[in-house]
């Protein structure tokens, strides 16, 4: 079958920040990514995806049958964000930005003016494959919901929690060690890490607020051993989160 026109586009709407806000909607695409998505409990409002995908995951997607239309490759393509989409794409409820608690032996990350959305979706994935369940960001941090972020997850997005809010209050209000990363601090392969805590990362540009340094119980730095001026923040964030975890 073929998209409608009104469909089609409602989907390129869905590209914009504004009109998900509105709506409270967004857009999952690709096929790692779906199936990442119907086996988690974000809810889906409709599946467009063509037929030799359905076929090879028929006994996970036949459940989603009532939301599933079965759609060419060139329609997926047409309303798609991505330059191509042979695979389908998935129009799913936003949640609901729900406050997260700090428990006992564990480490979340804190993401402070992470501008660019590639790379909150690498920081996203980065996360899952550490076993951070938990990132909280500021205001000014890219959104969650922008489908670079989603597809940059790799499908992690369906299992990190993201929580938007003002990091100055929320940080204000936190009993567990702020471990800040910096051009000068601790050496990230020696300091000795706290089974509890934030990960604080700054953005691409400026690096941590100054308005949140008095937040900072630790500063780690990854040591430079060439001659590049500085490392990506999702870059920086897996080798900090390496360190951790080898603790």
Same mark, same amino acid.
């Given at each position: 079958?073929?998209?409608?026109? %009104?469909?089609?586009?409602?989907?390129?709407?869905?590209? !914009?920040?504004?009109?998900?806000?509105?709506?409270?909607?967004?857009?999952?695409?690709? #096929?790692?990514?779906?199936? *990442?998505?119907?086996?988690?409990?974000? *809810?889906?409002?409709?599946? +467009?995806? @063509?037929?030799?995908?359905?076929?090879?995951?028929?006994?996970?997607? /036949?459940?989603?049958?009532?939301?599933?239309?079965?759609?060419?490759?060139?329609?997926?393509?047409? +309303?798609?964000?991505? *330059?191509?989409?042979? @695979?389908?794409?998935?129009?799913?409820?936003?949640?609901?930005?729900?406050?997260?608690?700090? %428990?006992?032996? #564990?480490?979340?990350?804190?993401?402070?003016?992470?501008?660019?959305?590639?790379?909150?979706? @690498?920081?996203?994935?980065?996360?899952?494959?550490?076993?951070?369940?938990?990132?909280?960001?500021? *205001?000014?941090?890219?959104?969650?919901? %922008?489908?670079?972020?989603? /597809?940059?997850?790799?499908?992690?997005?369906?299992?990190?929690?993201?929580?938007?809010?003002?990091?100055?209050?929320?940080?204000?209000?936190?009993?567990?060690?702020?471990?800040?990363?910096? !051009? %000068?601090?601790?050496?990230v392969h020696t300091f000795n890490y706290p089974n509890t805590g934030i990960l604080l990362m700054g953005s691409e540009s400026n690096g941590i607020n100054k308005d949140l340094e008095k937040y900072v119980t630790d500063r780690i730095t990854i040591p430079?051993?060439?001659?590049? #001026? /500085? !490392?990506?923040?999702?870059?920086?964030?897996?080798?900090?989160?390496?360190?951790?975890?080898?603790?």
């Amino acid at each position: 079958m073929s998209i409608s026109k %009104n469909t089609g586009k409602f989907i390129k709407s869905l590209h !914009l920040k504004k009109y998900r806000k509105e709506e409270g909607l967004f857009l999952v695409e690709g #096929e790692k990514s779906i199936i *990442e998505l119907v086996q988690s409990d974000f *809810e889906i409002i409709n599946i +467009y995806i @063509t037929r030799s995908i359905y076929e090879k995951y028929r006994d996970i997607l /036949s459940k989603y049958d009532t939301i599933i239309d079965i759609v060419e490759e060139n329609e997926l393509t047409k +309303y798609s964000t991505l *330059e191509f989409n042979d @695979t389908g794409i998935a129009i799913v409820k936003q949640k609901d930005n729900t406050p997260i608690s700090i %428990n006992d032996k #564990e480490i979340i990350v804190a993401l402070d003016d992470v501008r660019d959305p590639g790379n909150l979706g @690498t920081i996203i994935r980065t996360c899952d494959w550490y076993g951070i369940k938990k990132i909280v960001c500021s *205001e000014t941090t890219s959104d969650f919901y %922008n489908n670079k972020t989603i /597809s940059a997850s790799m499908g992690s997005f369906a299992r990190v929690e993201v929580y938007y809010t003002d990091l100055n209050n929320f940080l204000n209000n936190v009993q567990v060690p702020i471990i800040g990363a910096y !051009l %000068n601090g601790s050496d990230v392969h020696t300091f000795n890490y706290p089974n509890t805590g934030i990960l604080l990362m700054g953005s691409e540009s400026n690096g941590i607020n100054k308005d949140l340094e008095k937040y900072v119980t630790d500063r780690i730095t990854i040591p430079k051993y060439g001659n590049a #001026e /500085s !490392l990506n923040v999702s870059i920086a964030t897996g080798i900090i989160l390496d360190n951790i975890k080898r603790c």
